[in-house]
Every structure is written in C-alpha cells, then in structure tokens.
C-alpha cells in the first residue's frame, strides 16, 4: 500500500494519541470510593460491645448536635499569614483578638494539590483527596454525588443559605434553601463580588429560619492574581474581612440559646504563591488558616503557641460531629479533638469511634488485605479496649483508673485514624500500571516506526510502500495476538485493584491486541527491508550518501537535550527557559549559515551564474517545439529580464538574512512582557511597569492618548476607518491565498510555482510528528519512573497533561494540511 508523508504521519499520530489517551487514563489515580449516595444513611454503629455475658451498650445512635447554628465564612485564597502574621495583627485586629484571647482554637490546614477551588471544596465538604483530573473540570463544575456535608445536612432537615462563588450552588445544585451566586471569571473586580455576598448579611443575621449559612468571598484572590501578596490593596481587603467576622460573630453571641451555642468556622479553600497565583504546593499555597470560634469552648489564657497543623480533610469529619451528621463515607479525615474536648469522656470516646469505624469500612471497601494495615489492626486494638472502658462505666466506676484508662483509649483511637487516613491517602496515589504500559507500548512503537520511515518519508517524492499484507497475514501476527490475549487475561484476573483497560469489552481489548502485533510487525518489516536494501550495490553513490549538515546536528542536540531536561522539575518549571535558549542559538545559527552561503560562496560558480540563462533557454526551446518565433537577438529583453531577476534574488537574500534577527527581537520583546515559571516571576518586566503605581503618570497619559485616538477614529462616522478595514481585510485574504499557494507576491520567484509545497506538505506533516512524537514517547517513560516524586502533581502532572493534549493538536493540524493536500492534488490532476 502506497501512501504519502502526511497521511502516514496522521495516522501515526493518531494511534500515538490514543495510546497518549489510554497512558493518562491509567495515570491520574482514581480517589477511594465508598457506597454511592442513596446507601450512605446506614444506621450507625453502636459502641464497642463489653467484654462478658449480657453486657450491652445502650448507646447506638449518632450523636446529638453540638452547635445550633453554624456559620462557614470561606475567604478565598486566605493565606495562613495573612492571619497569624503580621498582616494579621494589623489588618485584622478583632480576629487576632480573638485567635489569641477568645473562645477559639485556631489550625493551619493544610490543602493537598492541585489547590484550585472546585478540588478544595469537595475536599472541604467530602473529606476525600479530589483527584489532580479534576483540574480539568474546575472551569464546569459537575453536581457533586459523592457523600457529602452538604447532602447529609440537607437530608437530615437542616435548612442551608449560601452566598458566593456559584462553584457551590453546581456542586450542590436545590441543596440550598436559598442562594445567590457570584462569577469567579471578573478577576479585575474585588470590590463588588465582595459585596454581592455581604448586602445580605443584615437581612439573614436577624432570622431564624436557617441551620447553616455559607459565604465565600473572592475578593482576596482576585487580588492575588492581579497584583500578588503584597499588593496595597490587600490590607483594606483583610480589614473588610474582619469586620464582616465581627459582625457575624457579635450577633451569632447575641441569639445563643441555652441549650446550644453557636459556631463560627473561618478557613481558607486555598493560599497564594509570592506571584498572587495558586495549583501548586508552595507553602504559601497549601497552607490555609482554620478557625472554630465559639462560647462553647474555653477562653484561651497564657502564651500564644504556633497553631497546630491539620488536614484540610479533616474539617467535613468535625463538623459532621459538631452538627449531628454522619460522617461522609469517602472522608479520609480525622476528627479535629480540640472542638469537642470539652465534652465527657464516654462522648469523646464515641465520636472517635465513628471516625475510626468509618475510615476502616472505607479502607475495607478499597483494600482487599485490609486486615494486615498497621491502621485496621490499631483500630481493633483500640476498639477492644474501648469495650472495656464502657464496662468499668457501666458498672459505675468513677475512679482515677477509668480516667487513665480513657485518655489511654483516646490515645490509640487518635493513632489508629491518624495511620487509617494516611493508609487511604496513599491509595490516591495508586497507579494502574496496566493501562500505563500498554499505553507506553503503543506509544513507543509509533516513534520505532516513524524513526524506521525517515529515509523513505523525507525522500523526494515523499511517498513509500507500507507493506501491511505480509505482516497482517503472517503467523508472527497471529502469535503475537495470542501471546498478548494470554498476557491480558493473567494480569485482569489476578489483579487485586480495578483496572480501566481490564474493564473494557473483550472485542475492544483485542482490537488494541492486534493494533500492537500490527505495528510490531511492521518495525519488524522495515528493519528487515532497511538490512535487505544495506545489502544491495548502490546505484549512484554519489547521490545515495549523505552528510549531516550543522542545523540538522544542532536541532538533534537540541531535541535531545529538551527531552531529556524533562527529568528534572525544576527544569519543567523553567521550560521557557530552554525554548528561549534553543530558538536564540537556531535563530543565530541560520544567520551564519545563511552570510555564509550568499557572501563566502563564489559567485562565479557555473551553475549559479548560468541559471537564468539556462531558464531562458529551455523557454526558447519550448517556444520552438511550438513552432513560436521568439528573435535570437532580441538582447534588451534578456537583459532587463537578468536584471530583474537579480534584483529579485537581491531582495531575497536579504530578506531571508533579515528575518533571523527579526525573530531573536520578536523574542526579546516577548520575553520582556511576562516573567513566568518560579525562579525568575519576581522579576519586573513590562507586565509588572503597566501595573506598578510608581508609573501612574505615564500610564496616565498613555490611556488618556489612547482614549483622544480612539474618539477621533470614531467621531468621523468612520468613512476613513472603513476604507482601512477593508484594505486590511483584502491583504489578509490575499496572504492567505499566498501561503497556501494561489496566488504569489510580487518579491516572489515568478518562475517557481508553489503550488509543486505536495511533497514539502508531506516532508513538514512527517517532521512535525516525529518531533512531537519524540518527547512524549521518552516523557512517560519519566514520569512512570517518577510517578512518587515530591512534585509529581505539581510539576509533572501538568506537564503530562500539556505534552497529551499537544498530541493531539499536532494529530488534527497534520490532518488538516494533508487533507488540504490531498484535495489540493485532486484539483490538478482533474
């Protein structure tokens, strides 16, 4: 089978995307899962049964409330400095009053990446780990189905406001009784999306008819991507913030019942880097302030300490307690002790237990050896010792040794939900490693045949012979299959976690089978007809060997060491940095190639000092052929003609000389626009002068300049400004009609006919591929190796998900241009 250049590397790059597609399927961990929603409300579990006969627990359901009302202030992009450091105490005075002399217990939490608002809210309200895909969704949050806080308040009876962020009201789509959203897309407004949120709080301060009320503020963050951290508009904006937390808190005193106290809970969903952005794990990003303020705690005395860290996990397992619930099935997080220590012993000992009974039905439900976790056995350890405890109370001990034997039960129960958690946290980080490797397979196989198809790919007529028959119908074939169906069957039966390539049909999966025996077979086809063709006498040396020229060593060097550099995070997050240096020194390395070849060459050299002639005489015979008498002599028309075409290959060659320095100032300029990556963001540059307000004067003048332009242009009825668009439209649709050959312009060789760029589609279609399809290939094969690395959500997945899609923006370009192509050819040669 004949094919040409680009429809072979389309294809190519269409297998290789869906082994892209299979690779990051198996990739990007599947978070834990427990029972869906509608099974969640089991009834809960009794306290552990006392050792001895007849000795029955008469505690068997969930916990009453500890709180009537409670009030979730979320600030977003709320950095733990912005309230325990010094911005704190002088931004925020009533907070830090109450942080460090009220009723309060004060944590930093901490928020796993990718730290971007949607993941954070479901980690908030679920207590589960979002998966790093769930990046990819966060600009169209889905309806939440998991088991949530949310849910299961609204479930239970309890009447829900929420104002803010309409991130919320998709997650939890007529969970709340009334709502009013704000858009997080208007990054230049923290004035107004504030306001939309607090012009309800008078109103809904003085009713009674709600249970909870949530607000989340976007002001902060809008802030932080506008202007960074230490911009002088977040001081004003954390002074807003309190004194909103002040009102809140003030009025939540004043309606306390004497049954039950109110509480106010003030946190973060994620910080802020040092450049104001936020997905990373930076300090600054992941560390998030975590309030519960209330009368129902001791009033804080003595030296202030450093708050103590906790999960940001952990908030939806505290406040399920604190409000009645039950804890949400796919938690993986750990009852914060401090809120509820001021209840009695035997309450304690109760809301622990059903953390650790949930966390351990949950690693039962996603473990198969569940029974040999270090957190299953503590927890039975505990459990057992819990039971003994409740026998000794019910028997009405009240001595110092049932104290001593609580707090010792407190202690292994603590331990046993801290290992459970980090046991279920890990399996986040599970991998199928099946699915990864028959993706990386198919991948790699795709590179072997391209790099075995150069020579014929990029030859001059930019087609070659795919010998698919023989491979397709030979007995390697079919073994292969076979070996590979076996190989399926092994791994999908005795593996002990779920596997996506394992879940699908059986036809799907041996259609994937015989694509890979397919493409072995033929790499295996090219190599022996490249070991046949080495064995033949070559027809004309001269022309068949070939030599590596300096650009082609440079851009080998360069790919090289590109890919390989994709090893390191740091040199991810700098990539800009290898891309300036790469194109710098190809941009140079054409400029000296190109002086060299239009300046050290002799311009004597026969066959560039005849080559208008010669044209000019294949013209004459044509013209003889047809029997059309063109004068011999006529020496003025050749001679103006030479002329012209000298002047043009002038132009041209200084032109093609320009453009190399051209490009490296189009660069320059670039580069002085934004600092990116992490090492060098805090260096200014010509985004931070158009935003720093030591320049206001000449921004000044340059937007009141802007401005008179832009009133002139339109006040003229716009005769002039029509005539201009028009004429810019008409050039553009006439360069279009140029680059794809239709037309020329008049600095173009008139006698080369472009129309001829088939084989040079085929040659650019096919490099294209091979250039992409060489990082990919090597970058899973890294990413495989590092898939535990320290930064592998916050560097490496990125990336991985940048080098997937470009794939496939490379496979729907190359299609394009060759089906231009193709088209293209059919016109011709109708």
């Known amino acids: 089978m004949r094919l040409r250049s680009g429809v072979f590397a389309s294809s190519c790059l269409l297998v290789q995307a869906l082994g892209v597609a299979l690779f990051l399927r198996g990739f990007f961990p599947v978070p834990v899962r427990s029972l869906p929603r509608r099974e969640a409300r089991a009834d809960s579990p009794a306290e552990p049964a006392p050792p001895g006969p007849g000795m029955v627990s008469n505690w068997t359901k969930i916990p009453a409330p500890l709180f009537n009302k409670v009030v979730i202030v979320l600030i977003d992009a709320l950095r733990d400095d912005f309230v325990f450091g010094s911005k704190g105490k002088q931004f925020m005075p009533y907070t830090t009053q109450v942080v460090e002399k009220g009723t309060s217990y004060s944590f930093i939490a901490e928020a796993k990446p990718p730290t971007v608002t949607m993941p954070r809210i479901k980690a908030l309200m679920t207590g589960s780990i979002p998966g790093f895909i769930d990046v990819v969704v966060n600009l169209n949050s889905p309806a939440l189905l998991d088991d949530n806080l949310i849910w299961q308040a609204k479930a239970a009876g309890k009447r829900i406001i929420f104002y803010g962020d309409d991130t919320w009201v998709k997650l939890f789509p007529k969970h709340f009784m009334e709502y009013d959203g704000t858009t997080s897309f208007f990054v230049s407004d923290f004035t107004e999306v504030d306001d939309n949120v607090t012009r309800h709080l008078d109103r809904v301060l003085k009713r009674e008819d709600w249970d909870i009320l949530i607000l989340h503020y976007l002001g902060l963050d809008h802030i932080g991507h506008i202007s960074g951290p230490n911009s002088p508009l977040v001081g004003p904006k954390l002074r807003e913030m309190d004194n909103i937390l002040k009102k809140i808190h003030i009025s939540l005193l004043s309606k306390e019942e004497a049954s039950l106290p109110n509480l106010l809970v003030v946190c973060g969903d994620h910080g802020m880097s040092e450049t104001g952005s936020h997905g990373g794990s930076s300090e600054g990003e992941v560390h998030t302030p975590l309030l519960f303020i209330s009368s129902a705690f001791e009033k804080r005395s003595g030296p202030l300490t450093q708050p103590e860290r906790v999960q940001q996990t952990d908030l939806a397992s505290t406040l399920a307690v604190g409000l009645g619930l039950p804890i949400s099935r796919n938690s993986v997080g750990n009852l914060i002790l401090p809120v509820v220590g001021g209840k009695t012993m035997r309450e304690q000992l109760r809301f622990v237990h059903l953390n650790g009974f949930q966390l351990s039905r949950l690693l039962q439900e996603n473990t198969p050896a569940y029974e040999k976790d270090p957190g299953y056995e503590h927890f039975k350890i505990a459990e057992k010792s819990h039971g003994n405890w409740i026998k000794l109370y019910l028997e009405g001990n009240n001595s110092e040794i049932l104290l001593n034997l609580g707090k010792k039960v407190l202690k292994q129960y603590l331990e046993a939900l801290k290992t459970l958690s980090s046991s279920l946290s890990k399996q986040v980080a599970q991998y199928d490693m099946y699915s990864m490797m028959v993706g990386t397979v198919i991948i790699m196989e795709v590179l072997l045949l391209l790099l075995l198809s150069v020579p014929k790919a990029l030859s001059k007529r930019a087609e ?119 194109i710098n020194t190809l941009c140079l390395v054409l400029c000296q190639e190109l002086c060299r070849n239009n300046f050290l060459l002799k311009e004597c050299d026969p066959q560039h000092s005849t080559n208008v002639k010669q044209n000019f005489d294949s013209l004459g015979e044509t013209s003889d052929c047809k029997n059309i008498d063109i004068p011999a002599a006529d020496n003025s ?54 935003t720093s307000s030591e320049h206001k004067p000449e921004l000044s003048f340059l937007a009141a300049v802007s401005l008179l332009m832009i009133f002139f242009l339109v006040q003229r009825r716009c005769s002039l400004v029509s005539k201009i668009a028009m004429a810019l439209g008409l050039l553009g649709v006439y360069s279009y009609r140029a680059a794809v050959g239709n037309v020329i312009f008049p600095w173009q060789h008139g006698g080369k006919d472009i129309s001829k760029n088939s084989a040079a589609v085929g040659h650019g279609c096919f490099c294209y591929a091979l250039m992409r399809s060489i990082p990919v290939a090597i970058y899973v094969v890294l990413v495989t190796g590092l898939r535990y690395h320290l930064f592998i959500w916050s560097v490496f997945s990125p990336k991985l998900l940048y080098e997937g899609v470009h794939v496939f923006i490379t496979a729907a370009i190359c299609l394009f241009f060759t089906a231009m192509d193709q088209n293209h050819s059919h016109r011709v040669q109708d």
């Open 464 to 582: 070659f012979e795919v010998p698919l028959s023989p491979p397709l119908f030979s007995l390697l074939f079919y073994l292969m299959c076979l070996m590979l169906c076996a190989v399926h069957v092994i791994v999908c039966t005795s593996a002990e976690s779920l596997c996506y390539f394992c879940s699908m049909s059986w036809l799907t999966a041996v259609g994937v089978m015989m694509l890979i025996s397919a493409l072995m077979c033929g790499i295996l086809s090219a190599i022996a007809k490249i070991f046949e063709n080495s064995r033949l006498p070559l027809k004309n040396p001269a022309v068949s060997s070939s030599s590596w020229s300096e650009i082609d060593v440079l851009i080998l060097a360069g790919t090289i060491g590109h890919v390989l550099s994709l090893g390191a995070s740091s040199f991810i997050e700098e990539e800009h940095q290898t891309w300036y240096f790469l």
């Open 637 to 690: 028309k050749l001679d103006k003609a030479t002329s012209s075409s000298e002047f043009m290959k002038g132009s041209h060659k200084w032109i093609s000389l320009a453009t190399p320095w051209v490009i490296l100032i189009c660069c320059r300029l670039l580069r002085s626009l934004n600092q990116t990556g992490v090492q060098w963001a805090h260096r200014p540059d010509f985004g931070h002068w158009l």
